[in-house]
């Protein structure tokens, strides 16, 4: 697994290689997996998402600044940029995950 090719994809390189392999890892290959990563870094992307929508449309009422949100922060739309990235090249998975394509799957993509 080429883990630079990733990271140039990503534009970011990661000082702790061990955390980007965790976080590629499904729970169904290890039990150092990456459900942990996945609960912080939806509440990191939560903020993030809102934030940066708080501060471009300073107009805009609560109600649709959520709506916008939940377009952008949900498993569809995170799955399809996983899709970009090619994730689903580096996840470490388990046999059945592997045998009936959890490398494309959208909810284990979307985690990720």
Do not use: C, W
Not at 16 to 40: I, K, P, V
Not at 90 to 107: I, N, Q, V
């Amino acid at each position: 697994m080429n883990l630079q090719l990733l990271q140039t994809r990503l534009g970011y390189t990661f000082r702790d290689s061990g955390l980007l392999q965790q976080a590629l890892t499904h729970r169904s290959h290890s039990s150092l997996h990456n459900e942990r990563l996945e609960f912080l870094g939806d509440s990191v992307l939560g903020i993030a998402i809102t934030d940066a929508l708080y501060r471009r449309h300073p107009d805009v009422p609560e109600g649709q600044l959520a709506k916008l949100r939940s377009a952008i922060v949900n498993a569809r739309a995170l799955a399809n940029v996983a899709r970009e990235l090619r994730l689903g090249d580096y996840l470490l998975l388990g046999k059945g995950e592997e045998t009936t394509g959890g490398r494309d799957k959208g909810s284990i993509l979307a985690d990720t």
